[in-house]
Nanobody
């Protein structure tokens, strides 16, 4: 599976963005997915994760109630809907995948990464 993230951009605080992660290959539905973000000088952090079936999600405390992760296995895609954006959400966002759930929620051991997409929130 190869991953490609898109949908980043510049948005005012309080606004919304929807990130997409397109996956190639026919085994997408066997991978748990995650969205991560990184700010220069800081470690990459988990933003949200979703199981392969989509029945379980996990969110960072800082985005709960504002961000929603979803996936469409028929389209080989995962999404991150980001609402009520704040300046502290500014970062490069990455999608990632792994067949092992515990690895998805552990940034350092996850197997597959897409390229990042920049999200900038102006205050």
């Amino acid at each position: 599976v190869q991953l490609q993230a898109s949908g980043g951009g510049l948005v005012q605080a309080g606004g919304s963005l929807r990130l997409s992660c397109a996956a190639s290959g026919r085994t997408f539905s066997t991978f748990h997915m995650g969205w991560f973000r990184q700010v220069p000088g800081r470690e990459r952090e988990l933003v949200a994760a979703i199981t392969r079936s989509g029945d379980t999600t996990r969110y960072a405390e800082s985005v709960k109630g504002r961000f929603t992760i979803s996936r469409d296995n028929a389209k080989n895609a995962a999404y991150l809907q980001m609402n009520i954006l704040k300046s502290e959400d500014t970062a490069v966002y990455y999608c990632a995948a792994d067949p092992v759930w515990v690895k998805v929620v552990s940034v350092k051991t996850i197997g597959l990464w897409g390229q990042g997409t920049q999200v900038t929130v102006s205050s």
